[in-house]
């Protein structure tokens, strides 16, 4: 169990703290990263009132978007982490009887998080065949998980990796996949279309899913299901319900620029977006760990986490 520590920690603390957790553990999602700094926050907080106590923690999600790491993930995991601490009336008379149930809460949260990669594994394995073909972009953990999974069902798969630039993250995939035993070979981002007429199907994580089911995703993404619906290739996205947003873009310039760039400023065109912004039209399915879904069913499940 927590126990509340009389160092007050400072919303400016919050970034350090949440980067250190992340470089101590390389695996650690950018979201369960940032949940698991709102709970330090919170423990170490002095507010004496709830109402104060949230503000502080809003204070600290603001804090924790202006850091390098993915913003659209660290957004949506801290906004589904504070409905859930709060979701239900306190009716404590004591505040620190308030606060330790709003951590306990919190900790209950941060175990379903953290059991969601394996979930989805798990859901996702019966739509890969065995012998098939898969072209993946970027560095997805959760992905990884998956063809794992796949790979202990004795599905022998053959896996295409972007090399993702400008960070070149599809080597870092490729050296995943085959320290797993599933072979990989990494092409040029600019491969993508003649690949294509290869691959069984597409598969690659999210950012962030919205409103309307598209998915917000390192960029790259929307151009390789573009190709991949042209050549009639299932198109799979992979993500953690904490990923959901309660945003609706309709097109890459309404995809809010802090997802965008690391310095969000309105953009003039000599500046290269991190993410874009794919469709729903362009996605097959997704897999979550709430349940495989069409992207339309993706609103519902938003109503349902935020009422």
């Known amino acids: 169990p927590h126990t509340i520590s009389p160092e007050v920690m400072q919303r400016t603390e919050a970034v350090p703290f949440f980067e250190s957790l992340l470089q101590g553990d390389p695996e650690m999602s950018t979201a369960i990263a940032a949940i698991q700094t709102l709970m330090e926050f ?14 502080d923690l809003k204070g600290a999600m603001t804090e924790l978007q202006t850091s390098d790491q993915s913003v659209a993930s660290v957004a949506s995991g801290c906004e589904l982490f504070l409905r859930f601490i709060t979701l239900t009336a306190l009716d404590k008379p004591d505040f620190n ?9 919190g900790q209950l949260y941060l175990q379903k998080a953290a059991q969601a990669r394996q979930k989805i594994g798990k859901l996702g394995v019966p739509f890969i065949r065995d012998g098939a073909t898969i072209l ?7 992905v990884l998980t998956l063809l794992k999974e796949a790979a202990c069902c004795n599905k022998h798969c053959t896996v295409f990796v972007t090399e993702s630039l400008p960070d070149r993250s599809g080597y870092i995939m490729q050296k995943s996949l085959q320290e797993a035993g599933i072979p990989a070979y990494v092409i040029l981002d600019s491969a993508v279309g003649y690949i294509m007429e290869r691959i069984d199907l597409v598969m690659f994580g999210a950012e962030g899913v919205v409103e309307s089911g598209g998915i917000i995703n390192k960029i790259g993404t929307y ?24 945003q609706y873009p309709l097109n890459q310039f309404e995809a809010p620029n802090k997802h965008k760039y690391t310095n969000p400023q309105p953009s003039d065109f000599s500046r290269h977006p991190l993410v874009d912004y794919t469709p729903p039209s362009y996605i097959s399915l997704l897999f979550t760990d709430l349940a495989v879904l069409t992207p339309s069913a993706v609103s519902d499940e938003l109503i349902k986490l935020y009422c």
């Open 42 to 55: 919170m423990n170490r907080n002095s507010a004496e009132t709830v109402a104060e106590l949230t503000s």
């Open 97 to 105: 009887e308030c606060k330790q149930l709003l951590v306990e809460r």
């Open 136 to 142: 993946i972009h970027s560095r997805s953990r959760v």
């Open 223 to 246: 151009q390789m299901a573009v190709v991949a619906k042209a050549a009639n290739k299932p198109v799979y996205a992979v993500a953690e319900s904490f990923k959901f947003l309660r």
